[in-house]
């Protein structure tokens, strides 16, 4: 099957940095990758859709000026969490759609994110 | 609005035992329905599909548009089957886009 990568696995940041998670298709071509957060005990909530070659389109809630998405390739959208601050902190998971119809979309292992 | 409702959030059964875990879902549209399986320590992945209509693992899932439910069934369990599930609707004319249940946590007991 696809595999779809992220990293790191895990990150710690200082409060007021900014922190960038990196998500991979490594065997197939994804115009359309997303962006998740999980809360602890929580479901998966949808924060983006990253575009390759344009704009990523955000959830309603989400900043995007706090959460940048760039998608400069088609096997690599990246999620820079900005001016980090502690309740940040959370799990980030993407997922890839291989191109074509009626696709699957494969998920990556998920980045812990812990803001200090 | 969009929703996906997994009502329970543990079910536990004996191996060998029948199991359902339950999904509905508000949709306006027509639905494309997903059902996500996390084992321990491993990524989401793609347990099935509404519109493939498989059995995979042994689990089937029927799309009851009347009662707007999508349960996950398995008749016979096994403790391999013990996993975070995920219920998931794209909500976006099969763009991608899912919203996902609160997720249910199978345990089957040997």
């Known amino acids: 099957g696809a595999v779809v990568s992220q990293h790191p696995s895990r990150v710690i940041c200082k409060s007021g940095t900014s922190v960038k998670i990196e998500c991979r298709s490594l065997d197939f071509q994804a115009t359309t990758m997303f962006w998740y957060r999980q809360f602890p005990k929580k479901s998966l909530m949808l924060m983006a859709t990253?575009?390759?070659?344009?704009?990523?389109?955000?959830e309603q809630g989400v900043e995007k000026d706090k959460f940048l998405i760039n998608h400069a390739s088609l096997t690599l959208s990246t999620l820079t969490v900005t001016s980090a601050h502690p309740e940040d902190s959370s799990f980030y998971i993407c997922?890839?759609?291989?191109?074509?119809?009626?696709?699957?979309?494969?998920f990556g292992q998920g980045t812990r994110l812990t803001v200090v | 609005a969009q929703r996906v409702t997994q009502p329970e959030k543990l079910l536990s059964v004996f191996k060998g035992a029948p199991v359902e875990l339950k999904c509905n879902y508000s949709y306006s549209g027509s639905p494309e329905l997903f059902w996500y399986v996390q084992y321990s320590r491993q990524r989401l992945q793609l347990l099935l599909r509404h519109i493939s209509r498989e059995s995979i693992k042994g689990f089937t899932a029927d799309l009851n548009k009347g009662e707007t439910s999508f349960h996950l069934k398995k008749p016979f369990a096994q403790e391999e089957d013990s996993a975070m599930y995920y219920c998931a609707l794209d909500y976006s004319g099969n763009t991608g886009k899912l919203i996902f249940g609160q997720g249910t946590t199978l345990q089957v007991k040997p």
């Open positions: 997922s890839a759609r291989r191109d074509g119809l009626n696709t699957e979309a494969f």
């Open positions: 990253s575009n390759e070659g344009s704009k990523a389109t955000y």
